[in-house]
């Protein structure tokens, strides 16, 4: 609230009052002067108040009884405080001889230099438009401003047309340059420093509104600019640039720049925005550039984005990052993307990395989602998540997972644990390789521990064919061209076109280049395709690795265990230890069956043997079937002849009893004796 006086008025304006009456005056409104009104004794000084009535000022006149010493003391007794003057000129009008006391408004009036020795004036008081000379000089009305415990004086600064808050060793020298506060400067022309303590603004058309030790520095690269508060902030070589807030944040050499606030950010980089944060630094040449907040980050490329986070660096052209920490986006990465987590490095362009930690994009046109140690170095390659995980070659994608390495161009794998699409000659080589998930496939060897999900001891790689598939379980290998093992455990499927689909140890093999096992086909089972070695129920495994067996083309083996279809273009359907070798033969299922016999069968049974071109055994037992055209229906039969059928017993039922229309050869039974036609 301003502060008010009382007065006793006698007269006011021309009109003496019928008694003394006791009026309130605003002190911010009023001049006081030495008066006397030789018809009234008791007058000593003139009041003009100013007021305000239907939009237009006018003043009036009081007369009061108190002196003009009176009345200052109780105007410098609140907050508004009042500047006493020897009053020698109002205007071109010079006073009576030895000048008036008058009393002014600290706050409101403007102090200046006039000096006429003739007149005897050494200063001015301007009030509500009109000068007042004086005969105290200027630095006199300056400590008779601040006497009272108020201030607040505009007086005129030392370069042309200035102002400034006097008392307070503000200076404001530079041509139409205004400064308030205190120890300030506005040096440069058109320059103002509003308020605050030791700021210094050397530049023209310039503003510095407040705080402390800030500073725009001299030179007209340096105009137009703006430090609107904050302590020991700096702009230099920043022409239309602005620093809002904050503490020892820098512009250097940044046009058209602006720093929020923040502490001891830089920015040396035009069009260029650093919001808030500590230590972040836009570098040199990154213009258009962008960082949100943060810690120690580092943007230094041209129209980049750095959102947040902490000691973040991005260096990539037209590139963004929004968060994280010791993140990088390296300068081959222009038109790159890093979202969030640690220790991640893009450094290809036109590639992303999302988030997690410690992984590394490099590929160009390249991708990697999360997760932990990922690598993602071919170009167009792709790592989703998991744990290090590798897509080292082109069009290459790993999913997630573990362990898994994707070095097949154009391979894949969904996800698991050591899973493998490779080839050590060359990517080209496992062209289109997919594994969907499991442990360890195209992998042999190693110590897999499943209390901690990992291998102890490393696995070997192992060459995927190209356009092999496995889909997923342990250890299962699709080595040949366009081969697949859908699932299962250490299963081979080495054939060009081979398959298996689950088990324990099948193979779709041939060792032999002038034979390979084209389109061998393992369904099911246990070993099939291999001999010998040791399985374990207890386990489900084998403890002595048994022999792979070569499989024919074409073959084709159901399930069972060890059942063997070597022949090409041969049928083993199941059961144990069967074997297939004859070319286009067929075992159905049994135990320890062998047919090897060209186009022969065997359906069943146990210990047959099927040698013979075009023979067969249909079951039975340890029977042998070694002449070509024989067949066998029994057991413990051994063929003697071609094109004969060899049976223990035979019970023919419904004979015809008669032979007429049976074609020749036929049996009939004549009255219980059999004939031939």
Same mark, same amino acid.
């Given at each position: 609230m301003a502060n008010q006086i009382e007065a006793t008025i006698y007269q006011i304006d021309g009109n003496p009052q019928a008694a003394p009456i006791t009026v309130s005056f605003l002190t911010s409104e009023?001049?006081?002067?030495?008066?006397?009104?030789?018809?009234?004794?008791?007058?000593?000084?003139?009041?003009?108040?100013?007021?305000?009535?239907?939009?237009?000022?006018?003043?009036?006149?009081?007369y009061a009884s108190e002196n003009v010493a009176t009345l200052v003391a109780l105007a410098n007794n609140g907050e508004t405080s009042h500047t006493q003057a020897t009053v020698l000129e109002v205007n071109a009008n010079p006073q009576v001889p030895g000048g008036i006391q008058y009393s002014f408004p600290s706050a409101a009036i403007l102090i200046g230099e006039s000096i006429n020795p003739t007149t005897g004036v050494n200063a001015f008081i301007q009030y509500k438009g009109i000068k007042y000379y004086t005969a105290e000089t200027q630095a006199t009305l300056y400590n008779n401003s601040n006497a009272g415990g108020g201030g607040g004086i505009i007086v005129?600064?030392? #370069?042309?047309?200035?102002?400034?808050?006097?008392?307070?060793?503000?200076?404001?020298s530079g041509t139409y340059s205004t400064v308030f506060g205190r120890c300030n400067t506005a040096s440069g022309c058109f320059s103002f420093t509003g308020s605050g303590f030791c700021n210094v603004n050397q530049?023209?058309?310039?503003?510095?509104?407040? #705080?402390?030790?800030?500073?725009?520095?001299?030179?007209?690269?340096?105009?137009?600019?703006?430090?609107?508060?904050?302590?020991?902030?700096?702009?230099?070589?920043?022409?239309?640039?602005?620093?809002v807030g904050g503490c020892n944040n820098n512009i250097l050499g940044a046009v058209r720049s602006t720093i929020s606030g923040g502490y001891c950010n830089t920015m040396c980089a035009s069009r260029s925005f650093i919001g808030g944060g500590r230590g972040n630094l836009v570098c040199s040449g990154a213009t258009a550039t962008f960082i949100g907040a943060g810690v120690s980050n580092t943007n230094g490329a041209g129209c980049g984005f750095l959102g947040s986070g902490s000691s973040n660096t991005n260096?990539?052209?037209?590139?963004?990052?929004?968060?994280?920490?010791?993140?990088?986006?390296?300068?081959?990465?222009?038109?790159?993307?890093?979202?969030?987590?640690?220790?991640?490095?893009?450094s290809n362009a036109l590639s992303a990395s999302v988030g997690g930690q410690s992984n590394t994009v490099s590929g160009a046109c390249s991708f990697n989602g999360g997760g932990v140690c990922n690598t993602a170095s071919g170009n167009h390659s792709f790592t989703g998540g998991g744990r290090i995980n590798?897509?080292?070659?082109?069009?290459?994608?790993?999913?997630?997972g573990c362990g898994n390495t994707t070095q097949a161009v154009a391979g894949f794998i969904g996800s698991g644990i050591c899973n493998n699409v490779c080839?050590?000659?060359?990517?080209?080589?496992?062209?289109?390789?997919?594994?969907?998930?499991?442990?360890?496939?195209?992998?042999?060897?190693?110590t897999f521990a499943l209390a901690s999900c990992s291998f102890t001891v490393a696995p070997t790689i192992c060459n995927a064919g190209i356009y092999s598939f496995v889909g997923g379980g342990f250890q299962n290998l699709a080595t040949g061209v366009e081969s697949a093992v859908v699932g299962g455990e250490r299963n081979?499927?080495?054939?060009?076109?081979?398959?298996?689909? #689950? #088990?324990?140890?099948?193979?779709?093999?041939?060792?032999?280049?002038?034979?390979?096992?084209?389109g061998a086909v393992v369904v099911g089972g246990v070993g099939n395709n291999t001999c010998g070695g040791t399985f374990s129920l207890g386990s489900c495994s084998f403890t002595v690795a048994p022999t792979i067996c070569n499989a024919g083309v074409y073959s084709f083996v159901g399930g069972g265990f060890q059942n063997v279809a070597s022949g090409d273009c041969t049928f083993t359907g199941g059961g144990f230890c069967n074997i297939t070798s004859g070319l286009t033969s067929f075992t159905g299922g049994g135990q320890q069956n062998t047919t090897n016999g060209t186009r022969s069968f065997t359906g069943g049974g146990r210990c047959n043997t099927t040698s013979g071109a075009y023979s067969g055994i249909l079951g039975g037992s340890s029977n042998v079937a070694s002449c070509a055209c024989s067949f066998i229906v029994g057991s413990n039969i051994t063929s003697d002849r071609s094109c004969a059928t060899f049976v223990?017993?035979?019970?023919?039922?419904?004979?015809?009893?008669?032979?007429?229309?049976?074609?020749?050869?036929?049996?009939?039974?004549n009255s219980g004796v059999l004939n031939i036609v």
């Open positions: 009023l001049v006081i002067q030495e008066a006397l009104i030789s018809t009234i004794p008791a007058v000593q000084s003139a009041i003009y108040y100013y007021n305000v009535v239907n939009n237009q000022q006018s003043v009036q006149t009081y005129v600064g030392s #370069g042309l047309n200035s102002s400034v808050r006097c008392g307070n060793n503000n200076s404001a530049t023209g058309y310039s503003v510095i509104g407040g #705080g402390q030790l800030n500073n725009i520095c001299i030179g007209s690269e340096n105009d137009w600019s703006v430090i609107s508060g904050g302590v020991g902030n700096t702009i230099c070589g920043g022409r239309h640039s602005a620093i260096v990539g052209v037209i590139s963004a990052m929004v968060a994280g920490r010791l993140n990088s986006i390296t300068s081959s990465a222009s038109y790159s993307f890093h979202g969030a987590g640690r220790s991640n490095t893009v590798v897509s080292s070659s082109e069009f290459s994608t790993t999913v997630g080839n050590v000659t060359s990517g080209c080589l496992a062209l289109g390789a997919v594994v969907v998930g499991g442990v360890g496939n195209n992998t042999t060897g190693g081979l499927a080495q054939a060009v076109n081979g398959f298996v689909g #689950g #088990g324990i140890c099948n193979n779709v093999c041939n060792t032999l280049a002038v034979a390979p096992a084209l223990n017993n035979l019970s023919i039922k419904n004979i015809p009893t008669s032979s007429a229309g049976l074609p020749a050869g036929s049996v009939w039974s």
